[in-house]
């Protein structure tokens, strides 16, 4: 076998080696893209309660009842924030509520933004739409972060078809549904259970005896009573 050979094979191995670590890293980047730790440093991060895991956060063994500061060694020298620094953690607070990473919270801005009306206002509404969300609202899920795993197994249909996008956005007259081979499922029943004394928003008509949520109307701002000041978020934004 020739020297030269040798070094094609080399060449080629050290190719297939870089395009292998290359895809690897790729992957990585789409898997960190999703918040994987603690959940309740979030609500501590933000000081309040985000509801991330349900009823647990209303219960004696919610963290941030134990411990109400910041997390990490300094985190209970909660200085004061500038102008800059208030409209960052506002916005921080909905995205984190509503379970979205920096750019798709940011294309669903822009997409606001080109929209008739207020913008703010438009933000709130078409976060509200996501498919995930109807998921949470309607009491299929205890919480947003259970209604995600649940769209993205393929346990809901739209309108009788497949959807297993959590950013679907639905529309009026749309039927959120649960398949029928899902819903002998133990955490669909058990999460409902949970959720039946949750008062469902008026634009979305629940009937738990068939498994669907049907959107009513599209949502509004005062359907929306999460403390948020979506004007913060616009203005960070526009700078």
Partial sequence: MGAGHLKEEEFKISYYCIRFFINFFDKEEVFLARYIGAVCRLCRRENMKLFLKGDRCQ?????????????????????KFS???????????????????????????YKAERQKG???????????????????????????????????HDCFLVNGRKANIPSFSVKIGDIVEVKETKRKIGIINESMETTARRIVPGWIDFD????????????????????????????????
């Avoid at 506002?90 to 920096?102: A, P």
């Avoid at 498994?211 to 359907?223: F, G, M, Q, S, T």
């Fill in 118 to 152: 207020i913008t703010g206002t438009n933000l709130l509404c078409l976060l509200e739409r996501r498919l995930d969300n109807v998921v949470y609202r309607a009491g299929f899920a205890i919480s947003r972060i259970q209604a995600r795993q649940m769209v993205a």
């Fill in 59 to 79: 219960s004696s063994k919610c963290a941030f009842e134990k411990h109400g500061y910041s997390p990490g060694q300094h985190g209970q020298r909660r200085g």
């Fill in 208 to 239: 738990k005896q068939n498994y669907k949520a049907i959107i009513k109307v599209l949502p509004n701002r005062e359907d929306i009573t999460t403390p948020i000041q979506e004007q913060l978020i616009v203005e960070l934004y526009s700078k």
């Fill in 83 to 109: 102008d800059y620094g208030v409209q960052l953690r506002e916005k921080q607070k909905v995205k984190r509520i509503y379970g979205m990473s920096e750019k798709q919270f940011r294309l669903f801005f």
